[in-house]
C-alpha cells in the first residue's frame, strides 16, 4: 500500500516495513493515537502509524538495494567528515628524546676508543716517516761535507735526555739558517714544516721565542737524535733490550721519539714506559 511521505517521496509497507522510492527500507514508529487517512475499502490493518522518522543515512540501519551507492555515499561521509577534523602535526615525546640520546651516547662510547688507537696508530706513522727524514738528512749532510753536523768529536745525543736538551742547533744547520760554519754553503738538507699553533706546538717546527727552530714530534715533545761524533760507526743503544743489538747499534746516526706517555728512552723496549716509543732503526 503506497504511503505518502513528508518531503513528497512515496513508500510501499511491506510485512511492517517502509520501501521508500529511492530505494531505502525502513521501518516506521507505530504510535497509538495517530489515525491514518481514509483509505476506504481498501484500508491497511495498521491505522495507528505515525509519520515516519526522518530515514537514516546510508549504510546506517538501513537496507538499501543499490548497496554499491550505498557503500559510495557512507566512504563519502567517512572521508569528509575525516577532512573536516583538524590536523594535528605529531612530535618526539620526551621518551622517544630520551631514548634516541641514550643509543647516541652509546655508540659514541664504542666508536670513541677506536677513533682513538686510529688516532694514535696515525700519529706514530708521521713519526717514523719523520725519523727517516732525520737520517736522511744527517747522512746526506755527512756525504756533503765529510762530516756530521757537529761542533764536538764525541758521541753527542741531542734532545730530551741529551746534551742539549733541545734539538733546534742541529736544525738549524740541516735547515741551512745557522750562522755558524758548519753548513757554510747553506744547504737545505730538510725543511719540516712550521707548527700549525705556536702556543701548543706539535708535529713541526717550533716558532715561538722559547722553542724557535726546535723540532717537535706529533705529540709535541723534541725528537731526540743520537750522532757519531767519534767516527767509530757505532753509538750507545738507548735500550737495553727488544731494540737491536746492545749496548752498540752499528749505526753512524739513530733517532727516536718518547710518544704519546714522554716517558722511557731506556731500558727494556717493551716495558710499560718505553713501549710507545718510535725508533729509527726498526
Given amino acids: 500500500m503506497p504511503v505518502p511521505g513528508a518531503d513528497g517521496e512515496v513508500a510501499i509497507r511491506i510485512g511492517g516495513m517502509e520501501l521508500w522510492s529511492d ?20 484500508a491497511p ?17 538501513c537496507m ?19 577532512r573536516a577534523l583538524p590536523r594535528k602535526d605529531r612530535g618526539f615525546t620526551l621518551i622517544e628524546l630520551l631514548v634516541v640520546i641514550t643509543i647516541i651516547a652509546i655508540l659514541l662510547g664504542l666508536l670513541f676508543p677506536a677513533f682513538r688507537g686510529i688516532q694514535d ?23 756533503e761535507y765529510g762530516k756530521y753536523p757537529l761542533s764536538t768529536s764525541s758521541d753527542t745525543t741531542l734532545g730530551p735526555g741529551g746534551s742539549p736538551a733541545t734539538n ?6 740541516l735547515r741551512g739558517l745557522s750562522a755558524t760554519t758548519l753548513n757554510p754553503r747553506q744547504i737545505v738538507f730538510i725543511s719540516p714544516p ?3 699553533d705556536a702556543n701548543n706546538p706539535w708535529s713541526g717546527i717550533g716558532t715561538s721565542a722559547s722553542d724557535a ?39 753512524g746516526v739513530i733517532t727516536w721519539s718518547l710518544g704519546k706517555d714522554g716517558t722511557g728512552g731506556s731500558g727494556d723496549k717493551k ?10 732503526w726498526q
Fill in 213 to 251: 727552530g726546535q723540532y717537535f714530534d706529533p705529540w709535541g715533545r723534541n725528537y731526540v737524535i743520537r750522532i757519531d761524533g767519534d767516527y767509530d760507526n757505532q753509538v750507545d743503544n738507548p735500550y737495553s733490550a727488544n731494540a737491536g743489538s746492545a749496548p752498540k747499534l752499528r749505526s
Fill in 23 to 42: 530505494g531505502v527500507m525502513q521501518r516506521p514508529e507505530i504510535t497509538r493515537g495517530a489515525f491514518a487517512p481514509d483509505w476506504g475499502a481498501h
Fill in 271 to 280: 716495558s710499560a714506559s718505553s713501549d710507545d716509543d718510535v725508533i729509527s
Fill in 64 to 82: 538499501c538495494f543499490d548497496a554499491k551507492r550505498c557503500e559510495r555515499r557512507r566512504r563519502g561521509s567517512l572521508h569528509a567528515t575525516a
Fill in 168 to 173: 733546534e742547533a742541529l736544525f738549524n744547520e
Fill in 194 to 196: 712550521d707548527v700549525k
Fill in 121 to 143: 696508530q696515525a700519529k706514530r706513522t708521521q713519526a717514523k716517516n719523520d725519523l727517516t727524514q732525520i737520517v736522511t738528512a744527517i747522512n746526506a749532510f755527512y756525504t
Fill in 45 to 61: 490493518r495498521v491505522l495507528f502509524a505515525a509519520p515516519r522518522r526522518e530515514r537514516p543515512a546510508h549504510g546506517q540501519h
